[in-house]
């Protein structure tokens, strides 16, 4: 396959990052070495997504610790990114819904046609009233020659580099201007871009508890946009997944990250992390990188039993 033909793909991991962990940066490097092996997707950039303040977890700190702490693990990556958008919103916002956030952004800002979106979403636009239409800028009907794949590869790296792949000031967190005007844009329906979400075979666990996940909310996170699981502590995603209906009709949209490096994950588990943090245990190091460790020393995060 050609790289215009491969899938260009968004590696989207949503959670409370409570710490974030090298573990947690460690699934987007493995799903990404994978997803390169098969030969039929190129990963583009990765996106970081905390979630909101009001989501209720005990012992969540607040959103402005999560997003430094968070921005400090990815700080010398050249494809992981945070993004704010999903704690700066009012409230607390579904998997879904940061999905649809996303996709309809990378349509605005890169220009592309999106291969597993075929319907618009209903989440607003920052800063334009949302009784307003939003402006077609991604469609450039005066261009008459078609684009070369050297075109269409430059065109999406410099917009994605806009949006997922900016890296914010330690001290400020800003949107993008989801509707700046970025110049001469063209239709690129040659280009075919994914948002996957990417998680644990512990969240695709969760899908098989009743009523745990709306289920229309399902329907769009596994059939419209797709799964990269990395599996944990043992499980077996296969059978996770023949205990859902929903994760049995979308199966083929379930990508199952097999490792054969054999080198032992980094620990995932936010829990255990602020757990050894708050008995003084040496092995902290193992599950956090040191400037996170630093900024929670610094700022007496996770000191109580309860936090």
Not at 108 to 133: D, F, K, Y
Not at 144 to 160: F, M, Q, R, Y
Request: hydrophobic share 35%; net charge neutral.
């Amino acid at each position: 396959m050609t790289e215009t033909t491969k899938t260009h793909v968004i590696l989207l991991a949503c959670g409370s990052f409570n710490p974030i962990t090298k573990g947690h940066i460690q699934m987007f490097e493995r799903a990404r070495d994978y997803l390169h092996k098969t030969g039929r997707f190129i990963v583009i950039g990765g996106i970081v997504s905390p979630v909101h303040d009001s989501y209720g977890k005990t012992g969540l700190v607040s959103s402005r610790h999560r997003l430094t702490m968070c921005q400090l693990a990815v700080q010398s990556s050249d494809w992981i990114r945070v993004d704010p958008w999903e704690c700066y919103q009012d409230t607390w916002q579904t998997t879904c819904s940061v999905l649809e956030h996303h996709r309809d952004l990378m349509k605005r800002v890169t220009g592309c046609i999106l291969s597993n979106v075929n319907t618009p979403s209903i989440t607003p636009v920052i800063g334009q009233p949302q009784n307003e239409s939003s402006q077609n800028i991604y469609q450039n009907n005066n261009v008459s020659s078609k684009p070369t794949a050297a075109k269409i590869l430059g065109k999406v790296g410099e917009s994605l580099s806009r949006i997922c792949c900016v890296r914010p000031p330690m001290e400020r967190f800003t949107f993008v201007d989801e509707n700046a005007n970025l110049g001469t844009v063209m239709r690129y329906e040659e280009i075919e871009l994914r948002i996957l979400l990417l998680c644990g075979s512990d969240l695709l666990e969760s899908f098989c508890i009743p009523g745990l996940w709306n289920e229309a909310d399902m329907e769009v996170i596994v059939g419209e946009f797709g799964i990269v699981v990395v599996p944990r502590d043992g499980a077996d995603p296969e059978r996770i997944m023949n205990h859902s209906s929903i994760l049995r009709k979308y199966k083929n949209n379930i990508l199952v990250v097999k490792d054969d490096s054999n080198h032992p994950m980094s620990v995932v588990s936010s829990t255990k992390s602020r757990l050894a943090l708050q008995h003084g245990d040496g092995h902290v190091v193992d599950y956090l990188c040191q400037p996170v460790i630093d900024y929670i020393l610094k700022s007496q995060l996770y000191i109580n039993a309860s936090g």
